[in-house]
């Protein structure tokens, strides 16, 4: 046992921040129901759908994410009025779908100046103004939205790095589409007008990306774990291009077949008619894969405790001496004194322990030679 503290100085202490990545792959055939659907959780008021990688009620079954779908006040009426009169207003749970909505922008997306909740803007610029729904300030007026349970996205999601892939486009009968959307860029190219954060744009293609015939398709929000994706996005390719002009809104016209194949329902009909659980459904049953990098942000604070030549060569452990002699130098008088160091303790300034370091082994100290030991605290 050392009879001193030492003051440990600026120079001793520095602090660092390490990103650890952990690859994350979710298959479609978890999000489909691999278990019989006992891994998919509805509820009765029936707002969200919950997906789990084991059946729900098992004590090791892991919370994965949660698929729900909004209306925005303006929806189906392109003018960007607050009170619609097109068809979604009859739609099913409409006043659910309504308040999910806008329940998650404003959350993700920032008030304007008067303090309205503002919809989530296609290409992230929202102050480029003009007619809400021409091409280059197109709003998401219909949303779906995933968001990832924290036990995956940890601190955030890596940048660069998120995709998810679905079967799109096609008939009521068969799907003809594979549907990549990704964060193509991002590792370099993000928003950061967002309340909770950083943000990326979702595209169907690496190239061309931000322009008419690659426009965003949807948002990743990295730090909130949480995925905007535009009923757009599941249109095929062409009847994606076609949709870029003033005013164009989706429609049921070459709209894609929604649900399980062979039936007749298409996504906007879905979105207009069918309850959020059923949409939910939908969407699972074109999933084929997720993945992304999540990050975990380690804080660490090192010590460095440095024993100088005269520090700590002596100890006050009784056993330390034996018939008023140290008993480590033996019979002879001459010898240095020794001590081994097994454990360090860090001190408040009024000398209250607050932490304890262990040694794997005891490191001898003589006065002739100096320690430095490396002490961290990860938080």
Known sequence: MATTFKTLLNNDVATTRTLLHEAIPITGTIASGTYSDNNIKTYAHGMFQSVYDYPYLSSSANHIFDITVGLAASSSTGTGSSIPSGAFT????????????????????????????QPFDQDGNLNDGGDPHTAGSRKFYEAIFVNFARLLAKDEIKKGGFSMTFLSGGTTSAREDTLILADYGASSNFFVNSPTGEYGLLYTASTDIGTAANPAMGHIYYQAGIAVVSPFAFYNGTQRKAMTGPGERPGDVGAPAWGIPGTTTTIYSAFSQSSIDTFADGLRNRLVD?????????NSTIYFC????????YSSNPTYLTASK??????????????YLTTIGLYSPNNELLAVAKLSEPLK???????????????
Do not use: C, H, W
């Not at 099913?92 to 806008?102: E, P, T």
């Not at 997720?290 to 380690?298: D, K, R």
């Open 90 to 117: 009859t739609a099913a749970q409409y006043v659910k779908k309504r308040n999910i909505y806008d329940q998650m922008a404003q959350v993700l997306v920032p008030y304007d100046i008067s303090g309205n909740i």
């Open 290 to 298: 997720i993945q992304f990098n999540n990050t975990t942000e380690l």
């Open 326 to 339: 140290i008993r480590v130098k033996g019979n002879n008088p001459f010898a240095q004194p020794v001590s």
């Open 365 to 379: 100290k003589t006065p002739s030679n100096e320690l430095t030991l490396r002490v961290r605290l990860d938080y």
């Open 306 to 313: 440095r024993a100088n030549t005269g520090d700590y060569n």
